[in-house]
């Protein structure tokens, strides 16, 4: 392998240019993002930074405990972005948490990755990223479908249809939303674009050829962890959104 090819910290800096470039375009047109393009680039290069010294201590002084540590810490931030229907967060927060334990603990049962916390953090966080846009977007979705379907979901649960029952088309709709992003890039790969993983490992030198196979790995359980977060905190939010006697309790 050779050695990695990185950007100094003047390269780092030389591409704030983008970002000024960015926010010039958004001024000119009057798009009212310059101050949330500002705060969010900044943000997110201090959070980097900030990650990447606590990385260190992690991967140099607490080992695996530690990297499921940062997993487990990762899954409890985003399940906060949950929103949409009632006790959202907790929703969001058990799907992911789901879709997690099951993906991330497969790949280490199997065999699959290495148990070791410089493996198990970036894997980690990937699944959690990926199980947290479609826990947000199925929880979004099915408040969207709740509200504007009231009124025939109500007739179906008048007629003595249960409330899983009269909801489920609503369901099915709010997950086929929340997984077809995945499924439609999953088609492509490779076609359109190269995925992150197997860019990185190009960028640091592995054969493509290698890099594929963990690509293909990513991609699996990228699809895995969706699926799971989007169903499991589908079906917490439809407890949180019916009463005892199966009537909505979702306001207008």
Do not use: C, N
Not at 32 to 56: C, D, F, H, I, M
């Amino acid at each position: 392998m050779t050695g990695v090819s990185v950007p100094s910290w003047g390269g780092v800096a030389a591409s704030l240019l983008l970002i000024v470039l960015t926010v010039v375009v958004a001024y000119r047109q009057r798009l009212g993002l310059t101050r949330e393009l500002v705060v969010a680039s900044v943000r997110g290069g201090v959070q980097l930074v900030a990650v990447g010294a606590v990385l260190l201590v992690v991967f140099r002084r607490t080992g695996l405990p530690g990297a499921f540590g940062w997993v487990t810490l990762m899954v409890v931030i985003a399940g906060q972005r949950g929103a949409g229907v009632p006790r959202a967060r907790q929703a969001a927060t058990v799907g992911v948490a789901t879709g997690t334990v099951v993906t991330l603990g497969a790949l280490v049962l199997l065999g699959v990755i290495a148990t070791e916390a410089r493996v198990v953090v970036p894997v980690g966080g990937m699944i959690v990223s990926s199980a947290m846009l479609a826990a947000g977007v199925a929880l979004r979705r099915l408040g969207e479908e709740t509200r504007t379907a009231r009124s025939a979901i109500e007739a179906r649960l008048s007629l003595g249809l249960p409330a899983r029952e009269a909801f489920l088309p609503h369901q099915r709709s709010a997950l086929r939303t929340a997984l077809l992003p995945s499924i439609d890039s999953t088609k492509v790969v490779g076609l359109i674009s190269l995925p992150g993983a197997m860019t990185g490992l190009i960028l640091a030198g592995v054969d493509p050829l290698t890099a594929i196979r963990y690509q293909i790995v990513v991609m699996y359980m990228l699809l895995t962890a969706t699926a799971l977060a989007a169903l499991t905190a589908a079906r917490v939010a439809e407890h949180a959104l019916f009463d005892d006697a199966h009537w909505l309790v979702l306001s207008r």
